[in-house]
């Protein structure tokens, strides 16, 4: 840091203190990022919850506000939240409680909630002092034996109370209702599950200890939404992410067709996925729609009421319903991908990525803490109640003893304390006996109260006594939680389903996305490219900057890929619908592509994948290439031939027939089979014609029963049979004859 600088002197300066600057914030980020860590963004893995949300929770318990009480009003609830136990805004104490109360947000409902409370198009909750709310049964399992010593307290946070460290959590809330939050330097987002499912794992797990997570999948599948909708990941790429803790889902919206007779259909989507807010679901494809990135839809209409109800309408009846779905997962958040980090604090401490074996395992842990702490707890007040029943039970048998002792005696206590060596709680509840309780029917039903707390107790002492036991009652009430939630029920049934992502053409989802429309693709010599709307058959009106001309043009549609082939070798695709428009010279390839600068365009054509190219280079060096090999999907392009300068490639022919007609710039012409020609992908090519100087003319493949054809520079055609061709025909790689008479002086097959 250098020197230490030393503040002004002047005042009280005896307390200054210089200190290192970078030391001081790292140690107050430090301190801020563990609170965050701590006590805002992570849920504890043992009740699911964040501290704002167990604080809202054990608030409502303290308000009595449970699911067969009344409503209160939800300023009522806040106020006592931030009032007792969480020092922040009011608002973004509400904005927790209306989350805990959404269907749609929360899987199963930890508030139960009167009034306005947003809906899934993002509408916000009305303020608090017009709703009302109260505990569900969700929230009581999560507190069930909270007043029986079940979970450790600690003060809050002006000392005037206490709060629960964590919630006995009854429930498997965690993974039931997922969580997701953002911390510093780590964040958290887990999907919800269903209870039924997560119950049956966590007795699996409590029978079979060391179960893998690939076992515990067939219990829990995979998540399921609030909102439904279909999970199309496969099974291994599920087990993948709940075994590592990271990972994620893809949801997609569920749809079906709607007939509506003559043909006519229309496409109703009736889920969406999880937190999609539909109102701006709706914006988003209807921006599509006017911006023609959906040429197959022709209208979206929102027929939403308590239910989702979508329609999109297609252009035709010919449309087919899958294609224009998958082009709408494409564009649209009908699919989305839910990220999976089950990022949780470890004990309520340790903020640590966990898989789905070691979440339901801790869960498991603290449930049986939970019945240790209970029974504990009931155990202690068996023994103080069975001490007063002992005391009152010897007063019984010596009741009339006891009546002298009390009326003559000064001093009653310690005279009855000795006499019968009773405690002084025995004696207080002696003496705090009323005179109508000293009936004969009174003192058997302390007997039989007696022998029903002894009984209690011995049972207590065994539980405690053995591992075994503990885990059948835990067992037992997991067993209880998910007859509560389950599937048959209407809030336990799955609501998310599973499937396959259907086989789709990829060809036909991209055209589905683009208008189509006819273009002419016109390139300079230059190498500018532009497109023109329309097939223009004439192109001597087509204008070009000073010094450039024409090099190519050709008709195609917007909807088709334009394979560019360079004189270095490399391939490149441009969509029809990405090039520039025909007004003014259009823009240079090289701001398009990453082309060489010292490569030039050698020839662009529409692909056109069923067909098959011969590649050529000067030196006479060729092989054959399906067409599906020279698209590429980046600006890098894909290198196809492998040339370098001087030499360079120099033809592309379509392949047809079966043999291959060479010509050498020294006009000599040799026709070999076409099968004596390779096919690759890339490489450098096999020697098509053999040269003592010079390099390759022309090449051209044909059918050989169709004889080889050719044009003059007059337009004249000439055509040579098979037995015309004897004296050309022979292996690649010879040096062929002279051309025959008629051959075009240019060396070219068209003249």
Partial sequence: MGQEILPPSGGDDDNIQPVDLKAALEQRYLAYALSTIMHRALPDVRDGLKPVHRRIVYAMN?????????FRKCAKIVGEVMGNYHPHGDQSIYDALARLAQD?????????????????????PAAMRYTESKMTAVSELLLEGIDQDAVDFRDTYDESNSEPVVLPGAFPNLLANGSSGIAVGMATSIPSHNAHELCDAALHLIKHPDATVEKLVEFVPGPDFPTGGIIIDSRDSIIESYRTGRGGFRVRAKWQTEDLGRGGFQIVITEIPFQVQKSRLIEKIAELLIARKLPLLEDIRDESAEDIRVVLVPKSRSVDPTILMESMFKLTELESRFPLNMNVLSMGRIPKVMALNEVLKEWLDHRREVLQRRSRFRLAAIEKRLEILGGLLIAYLNIDEVIRIIREEDEPKPVMMARWDLT????????????RALRKLEEFEIRKEFDELT?????????????????????????????KFAKAT???????????????????????????????????????????????ADTATLTFKEGDGLKMAFPAQTTDKILIVTTGGKAFTLGGDKLPGGRGHGEPLRIMVDMDNDQAVLTA???????????????????????????????????????????????????SGDHVAVVGENRKLLVFPLAQVPEMSRGKGVRLQRYKDGGISDVRCFAISDGLVWEDSAGRTFTKSKDE?????????????TVPKGFPRSGKFAG
């Fill in 490 to 536: 209407e809030v336990g049934r799955r609501r998310t389903q599973f499937a396959e992502a259907p086989e789709a053409d990829e060809e036909a989802i991209q055209q589905a996305m683009i208008e189509k429309e006819p273009i002419t693709v016109v390139i300079s010599e230059k190498g500018w490219i532009r497109a023109l709307k329309g097939h223009i």
């Fill in 725 to 737: 061709l004897a004296e050309w025909l022979g292996d690649r790689a010879s040096a062929g004859r």
């Fill in 104 to 124: 749609f947000s929360q899987r199963y409902t930890l508030v139960n909630g009167q009034g306005n409370f947003g809906n899934i198009d993002g509408d916000s």
């Fill in 62 to 70: 303290e308000m009595g506000l449970r699911p067969t009480s009344a």
């Fill in 455 to 483: 009984k209690e107790k011995s049972e207590i002492e065994a539980l405690l006594a053995s591992d075994d036991k503990q885990w059948q009652t835990v067992a037992w009430e997991i067993g209880e939680v998910k007859k």
């Fill in 605 to 655: 054509f529409v692909h056109d994948s069923s067909r098959k190219q011969l590649i050529v280079s000067t030196a006479g060096n060729g092989f054959v290439v399906p067409e599906a090999e020279l698209v590429a999907n980046t600006r890098k392009g894909k290198q196809i031939m492998n040339v370098a300068l001087p030499e360079e490639t120099q033809l592309l022919v379509p392949v």
């Fill in 424 to 435: 002084d709680n025995q004696v207080e509840a002696i003496l705090n006996m009323r005179l």
